[in-house]
């Protein structure tokens, strides 16, 4: 079936600092992947998203690319600030049926 | 504004009692879900409806009922065969116009079994 793997966290970071969140998938045929952000006591947000292989979401400095080859769709951003402390989903749709969710990572940056 | 509403924020029920989430959308879309979400375990897809008056079992079904009587509105009841309900449950909507639409999430109900 279609699922998401993404890496556990929580992952700590100093302001400025370089994150990588991984994010690999499983799913037949061409599924559109996305990342999603959660802050303290909310719903999802949408941060970016990529619908065919090679496609580069990106978004408040964040961004990730659709991997075909290698089933992924790494989350990415060069200089994390404070503000991005949150929980962050890898997602995937294959069709317009159900959307698939990682465990998702916590994100904490410190000042 | 455009969006999807769930009530109560917090919510509190006795053990061998049924109650009703709300989750209201004004955003037109015809697909709408609900998710549970406990610590460490993302989110779990419990129901979803493609369109009124139809719906179709996520991977944790068992417990719950959902009913889609009007395209703006998908309540979700957690029974009282649901053997651990505490948790966070997320309703969201999608256009299904299209392929693979963005999904819009309200803000959560969190649940509490006292």
């Known amino acids: 079936g279609n699922s998401v793997t993404q890496m556990e966290g929580p992952v700590t970071l100093s302001e400025e600092a370089f994150l990588t969140i991984n994010c690999t998938y499983t799913a037949t045929g061409y599924p559109s992947l996305f990342w999603y952000v959660q802050y303290p006591g909310e719903g999802l947000q949408l941060l970016l998203k990529a619908t065919k292989a090679d496609d580069k979401g990106s978004n408040k400095g964040f961004e990730a690319t659709y991997r075909k080859e290698t089933t992924s769709f790494h989350l990415e951003k060069g200089s994390v600030q404070v503000s991005d402390s949150a929980v962050y989903f890898c997602?995937?749709?294959?069709?317009?049926?159900?959307?698939?969710f990682g465990a998702g990572t916590r994100l904490t940056v410190k000042p | 504004d455009g969006g999807i509403t769930q009530s109560p924020k917090y919510l509190f029920r006795k053990e061998g009692q049924n109650v009703t989430l709300s989750c209201e959308q004004n955003l037109n879309h015809d697909a709408m879900y609900w998710y549970r979400q406990d610590p460490g375990q993302g989110l779990r897809l419990i129901y979803y409806?493609?369109?009124?008056?139809?719906?179709q079992k996520g991977d944790i079904a068992e417990g719950y009922s959902v009913s889609r009587e009007k395209k703006e509105s998908f309540p979700l009841t957690v029974t009282s065969a649901q053997k651990n309900p505490t948790a966070f449950y997320l309703c969201?909507?999608?256009?299904?116009?299209?392929?693979?639409?963005?999904?819009?999430f309200g803000q959560g109900t969190r649940l509490t079994v006292v």
């Open positions: 997602a995937l749709s294959r069709n317009n049926n159900d959307m698939r």
């Open positions: 409806s493609q369109i009124v008056n139809d719906f």
């Open positions: 969201a909507s999608r256009s299904t116009v299209g392929w693979n639409t963005e999904a819009f």
